[in-house]
T-cell receptor, first 116, second 112 residues
Framework: EPEVTQTPSHQVTQMGQEVILRCVPI?????FYWYRQILGQKVEFLVS????????KSEIFDDQFSVERPDGSNFTLKIRSTKLEDSAMYFC??????????????FGAGSRLTVL | KQEVTQIPAALSVPEGENLVLNCSFT??????LQWFRQDPGKGLTSLLL?????REQTSGRLNASLDKSSGRSTLYIAASQPGDSATYLC???????????FGTGTRLKVLA
């Protein structure tokens, strides 16, 4: 069964450092997403990406965050200067064409980010 | 602003029991609603997706219903098993957006 792959599974970094989280979405999917879940809290939407550009982003997704699809397979989330409150589990997800009537998101296992 | 609430927050039942998890949302202009399962330290697994035009979806022992006008969805689990123990999340996608708004989840424990 196709799956979304995320690396690293766990990253520990110092406050102020740059972090890049990587995702390989399902190959024929067109929409890509990042969500995060702070420990004990709700899963929160960060950003959606379609046709090589951001289609929607939340208030959380400020100038410190950026996303990129550098090639045909990877989808990355960069945090330029990490803060303590960025510590969370970050989930990548992908989905097929919304127009087909199906929009089932397939999530990766997540990347746990710990900022010290 | 869409708000999604799930009740109860936690539930513990003996094996074999049928159970209902509830989800409510404040804005009825949704595109679809999806139920997910989350195991500790793991990602989210999609269980059922209901389009806004549908009333229910079934998969095996799971049945999800949607009453868009009243802003409610239920997830029915028949003949629960210990392997069903997990957190169940309800998420709503509003019309005109690409994002899901998640509820806080119901933590289910099925006792053997």
């Amino acid at each position: 069964e196709p799956e979304v792959t995320q690396t690293p599974s766990h990253q520990v970094t110092q406050m102020g450092q740059e972090v890049i989280l990587r995702c390989v979405p399902i190959s024929n999917h067109l929409y890509f997403y990042w969500y995060r879940q702070i420990l004990g809290q709700k899963v929160e939407f960060l950003v959606s990406f379609y046709n090589n550009e951001i289609s929607e982003k939340s208030e959380i997704f400020d100038d410190q965050f950026s996303v990129e699809r550098p090639d045909g397979s990877n989808f990355t989330l960069k945090i330029r200067s990490t803060k303590l409150e960025d510590s969370a589990m970050y989930f990548c997800a992908s989905s097929g064409d919304r127009g087909s009537g199906a929009n089932v998101l397939t999530f990766g296992a997540g990347s746990r980010l710990t900022v010290l | 602003k869409q708000e999604v609430t799930q009740i109860p927050a936690a539930l513990s039942v003996p094996e074999g029991e049928n159970l209902v998890l509830n989800c409510s949302f404040t804005d009825s202009a949704i595109y679809n609603l999806q139920w997910f399962r989350q195991d500790p330290g793991k990602g989210l697994t999609s269980l059922l997706l209901i389009q806004s035009s549908q009333r229910e979806q079934t998969s095996g022992r799971l049945n999800a219903s949607l009453d868009k006008s009243s802003g409610r969805s239920t997830l029915y689990i028949a003949a629960s098993q210990p392997g069903d123990s997990a957190t169940y999340l309800c998420a709503v996608m509003n019309s005109g957006t690409y994002k899901y708004i998640f509820g806080t989840g119901t933590r289910l424990k099925v006792l053997a």
